[in-house]
């Protein structure tokens, strides 16, 4: 999409066709950033933001770069709209970019949360309540197999031949697989706080440990190959690269400065600038 699809610009405005797909989204779900709003007046240093023309006001999205028009206040909140110091601009173009993929990447550690902490709660259950399981299962069992005809016992195979594998393990050791899965569902929820924030120290945690997680993943692929087990590679290996590359880890392309210095170049004032300049 460009610009030329929005409200007329206001004059003075160079008319640029960019890419604000992101930016539109955001705007789309969080409404234009719009300043001056409140101000009764306007001056010309303002122009970068708010202009008048033709007894019209136009006030520039600080996210998306549309014009909008919008009447002057009844009552002025203040006397002119706020300086660039008391401006907090708005993430857009490729840090805001990185957002959305951070979240996305957030959302996913998410889910691995929550299937991690089913799963260790139901271990944790299990491990302090198997005695009194134990006779229970083992009556359904022959019930079971009796009903259709099979032989009575334990047959060792399919999902009863991994629970008889459960109510045959050791006490410690079910707790010690339930601790564990608390543990990994634990980091899988700070990984998700941490990206969905957008932190730095949250970027390198999610790249060691899913790094660290492609070598049982690759093995496994060694023996039975599942579309899962192949989706879940390929996932992991994007999330890796996209943190060592876009994101400039560990000084990879420049590091963090780079980074920061991108930040600036695509959401800071020059960026405004650019698109449309102050005159």
């Not at 949360?113 to 022959?142: C, K, N, S, T």
């Not at 392309?253 to 210095?261: F, I, M, Q």
């Amino acid at each position: 999409m460009s610009e030329e699809s929005g409200p007329r610009p206001a004059p003075g405005v160079r008319h640029r066709r960019r890419r604000v797909w992101y930016e539109l989204i955001e705007c789309g779900l969080h409404g234009h950033r719009l300043v001056g709003t409140d101000a009764g007046r306007v001056r010309p240093a303002d122009a970068l933001v708010v202009r008048e023309w033709d007894g019209l006001r136009w006030h520039r999205c600080l996210r998306c770069d549309a014009w909008l028009v919008l009447p002057p206040p009844e009552a002025a909140g203040r006397e002119f709209p706020p300086g660039r110091a008391e401006i907090a601009l708005p993430l857009r173009g490729r840090p805001l970019r990185d957002r959305y993929v951070l979240r996305l990447i957030a959302l996913d550690r998410l889910v691995h949360f929550v299937v991690l902490g089913i799963l260790a709660v139901a271990v944790l259950v299990f491990a302090g309540e198997r005695r009194r399981l134990h006779d229970p299962f083992y009556r359904v069992v022959d019930a079971l197999q009796n009903g259709v005809g099979g032989p009575s016992g334990r047959s060792g195979r399919g999902l009863l031949g991994e629970l008889e594998k459960a109510f045959s393990a050791h006490t410690s050791t079910l707790w010690v697989i339930g601790l564990v899965l608390a543990a990994y569902a634990l980091l899988e929820g700070v990984e998700a706080v941490g990206l969905w924030r957008a932190r730095r120290w949250a970027e390198y945690l999610t790249f060691v440990a899913t790094a660290v997680l492609l070598v049982p993943e690759i093995y496994e692929l060694t023996g039975h190959i599942t579309v899962t087990k192949i989706l879940t590679l390929v996932v992991n290996l994007a999330v890796v690269v996209y943190l060592l590359v876009a994101k400039r880890l560990f000084g990879l392309r420049g590091g963090g400065r780079a980074e920061a210095a991108e930040r600036e170049r695509d959401s800071g004032w020059e960026a405004l600038e650019r698109v449309h300049p102050g005159r």
